[in-house]
Every structure is written in C-alpha cells, then in structure tokens.
C-alpha cells in the first residue's frame, strides 16, 4: 500500500456509530418489555378465561406454570442457538416466534391457549437469556446502567400488564382473548426497532468461527455458579408466588377485590426505581455483600409486616417486599456478567440459573398454596418466604464474591 493510499485512508471520516448505539439500546428496552408483560397480563383474567372455556381451577392455574416450566427447559439451549446462529438472529427469530405464540393464544380456544401459552414462554426464556450477554458484549463498561435500564422496561411493562388487562377486556368485544392478544403489537414494534441488528449477523458468526478456541466454563462443579443459580431460582420463588397468591392474602385480610388487585401492581411498580439503582451500584462495587444483606431485610421486613401487621399498613408492607424484590431480581441479572469474563460465559452461566431457576420457582406457588390448604391459613405459607429469603441471604453471600465462575 502506497503513501498516498495510506493518507486517503486516514483522511476518511469514521462512522457515526452514536445513531446504531442508540437503536441498540431502543431495541433492548422493548425486547426487555417483551420479557413480562405477555405473562403477568394473564392472572387478572384467569377468571375470566376459566369461565369462557369451562376448564377447572386447576387447568386454569397451569397456564402461570406452563412458561416457568418452558423457561427452566429451554434456557439450557439458548447459548447452544446463539453459538450456531449468533444473538441477534436468535432473539429475532424468537420475536417472530413470540408474536406468533400471542396470535394462537388469543383464537379463544383451550388448545391454543396452551399451545401459545408454550410458544410464549419459550421464546421469552430465549430472551431472558441471551439478553445479558447482549449487554456485556456491546456495553462492557456500561453494563450496571443498561442492565438497569432493560429491567426498569421489564417490570414497568410487567406492572403495566397486570394493571390494565381488566380494562382493555371489558372493552367492547374484546374480552380477554382480545386484552391477551393486544401486546402481539408490542412484539412487532420490536420486530422493526430489531432489524438492523441483522446487519451485524454475518460478522458476528465469523468472529466466533475464527476464534482458535473457545474455553468451556466447569458450571456444574462451580460453587459460584450454584450460588448464583440458587439466588435467581429463590427470588423468582418470591416474586411469582407473591403475583399469585399476594390478592387472595389481602382479600382475606379485609381488602377487597379492586383493593387487592391494585397491591398487586403497587409491588411490582415498588420495583421500578430500585432495579435501575441497584444495577448500576452493583455494577460498581467489587462485592454485593451489602445490596444483599439490604434485599433480605426489605423482604422479610415487609413479609412479616403482611403476616403480623395491621391492615392500615398493608401498601407499607407491599411497597417493602417490592424494594426488595427489586434489589434481589436486579442483582440476579447482574450477577451473570459480574461473575463472567465474556459473553460466552454469561450466556452460560445465565442459562444454567434461569434454567434451574424458574424449574424451582415453578415450585413456589404450587408448595404455598398446598401449605395453605394443610393448615387452613397463610401463616405458615408466608414463614416459608421468610425461610426462603434466609436462603437468599446466605445464596447470595456466596454469588456476591469478587470472583468468576472457573474455566477448564
């Protein structure tokens, strides 16, 4: 190459890259929103769709389980896919599939209930999974304020859903088909913002191809990633036996139903503000010993606060448990990047704790509420929580440590 070429080169202006960035990160926060929202929407018209479809009670309490149970079964292959066709792609096609899924749920019958019921929470554990490593790849030193900004996304859609499916149902004939089939235009909205991230696709898959090796990550033996898969599977526990079990508490507590509904979504907006700080504190300090000890506190504070205290001060002690799912569920995501060196790593470790995870808090509510049928009160189901959060303390401890999962 000639002199002359050289400063023709140089003289070249580089690519504004502020404009992809930007895209990136609108595509993050929908995909984000896309993550909750089509499931927390379903559990104030679980009524609705029993009664339509003439389905039991315990038919119609699976359709919560079936996409904890599709997250713990699929998280293991989503490194698998986004190794054979890249992370872009993969959550593409899962927009593609997730759109789909919502469209079949939404045809009014029992069988496509369920078979859009499947479909959704399998391409919502792709997300859940891939997502993190998204984010440590395109935003290493910015991981703590993105992380944040996609679980604020994440929950407010999730407080959102919950809050107005009852409204948009009795919406003229729409029902609860139609409120359940509303958020397919969120997913293609994402579908758009999603496409020029293809761009990179053919790039992204030679890089990994050319590498001239990979190092695996010894999961299973790891202390650390056990530690950090038990915190995540505990405070799911939490939260999803909390959103299904939190109304019928209060009811029986002396609220009533519009009453009970609204603590509900009052939890999950507590959320909001704490996953965004949390993420970038925990992106910040070397140990996550102090926002863990904090999250127990909140959340056996306000747990206790619900099973001893006075009903004068029961949003107290929902705004309580929500704080401290908020600290726990964003240092679960952080986690993933904080306790790996690469993508590669966080795609792994991320799939092993969603995977074990959401199989244990699938557990949760079935355990409560068969606690509560033995004992005839909630007492001894809420000291469960209680004994929970313990776990989560001492779980957390262990994936707080300023170290990474080892390699082979």
């Given amino acids: 190459m000639g002199i002359s070429q050289r400063i023709n080169q140089l003289e070249q202006p580089k690519p504004d890259l502020k404009p992809r960035i930007g895209l990136l990160i609108i595509g993050i926060i929908l995909m984000g929103a896309n993550l909750r929202a089509p499931l ?8 609705s769709i029993r009664d339509s479809l003439g389905i039991s009670n315990i038919l119609a309490g699976t359709i919560t389980t079936v996409p904890l149970l599709a997250f713990a079964f699929l998280s293991p292959f989503a490194p698998k896919l986004a190794r054979r066709f890249g992370i872009e792609f993969t959550l593409f096609i899962s927009l593609i599939l997730l759109t789909i899924g919502i469209g079949i749920r939404s045809f009014g019958d029992a069988t496509t209930l369920f078979i859009g019921t499947i479909l959704i929470g399998s391409c919502i554990a792709i997300g859940n999974v891939l997502l993190p490593s998204l984010i440590k790849h395109h935003f290493t030193q910015n991981i703590g304020i993105i992380t944040g900004i996609y679980t604020v996304s994440m929950n407010l859609c999730g407080a959102i859903g919950s809050g107005i499916s009852i409204p948009i149902s009795s919406l003229s004939g ?29 790039k992204s898959i030679r890089l990994v191809q050319t590498k001239k090796k990979v190092k ?13 898969t038990l915190f995540m599977g505990f405070q799911s526990l939490i939260f ?16 009533n139903t519009h009453e009970a509904g609204w603590m509900l979504s009052l939890m999950q907006f507590a959320m909001l503000p704490t996953t965004f700080i949390v993420s970038i504190l925990a992106g910040r300090l070397k140990k996550q010993h102090s926002l863990v000890l904090i999250s127990v506190v909140l959340l056996i504070g306000g747990l206790f606060g619900v099973l001893y205290g006075s009903i004068i001060f029961i949003p107290i002690w929902i705004i309580t448990v929500g704080i401290g799912l908020g600290f726990a569920f964003s240092l679960a995501m952080m986690f993933f990047n904080l306790r790996t060196q690469n993508k590669n790593e966080a795609a792994e470790l991320s799939g092993m704790a969603q995977s074990l995870g959401y199989l244990l808090s699938a557990i949760g509510p079935v355990l409560f509420g ?7 009160n909630w007492n001894t189901s809420l000291l469960m929580l209680v004994l929970t959060s313990v776990i989560i303390f001492i779980t957390g401890i262990g994936a707080g440590k300023n170290e990474y999962v080892p390699s082979k």
């Fill in 240 to 255: 999803y036996t909390m959103v299904t079990w939190l109304p019928e508490i209060l009811e029986q507590k002396g609220l």
């Fill in 216 to 228: 695996s990550i010894n999961l299973w033996r790891s202390k650390l990633a056990w530690n950090v």
């Fill in 174 to 202: 729409l029902g609860w088909s139609g409120a359940l089939g509303c958020w397919g235009i969120l997913s293609l909205l994402t579908l758009l913002f999603w496409l020029p991230r293809l761009q990179n696709q053919h």
């Fill in 40 to 47: 927390t929407s379903v559990g104030p018209l679980i009524n």
């Fill in 370 to 376: 068969w606690l509560h049928d033995v004992t005839q």
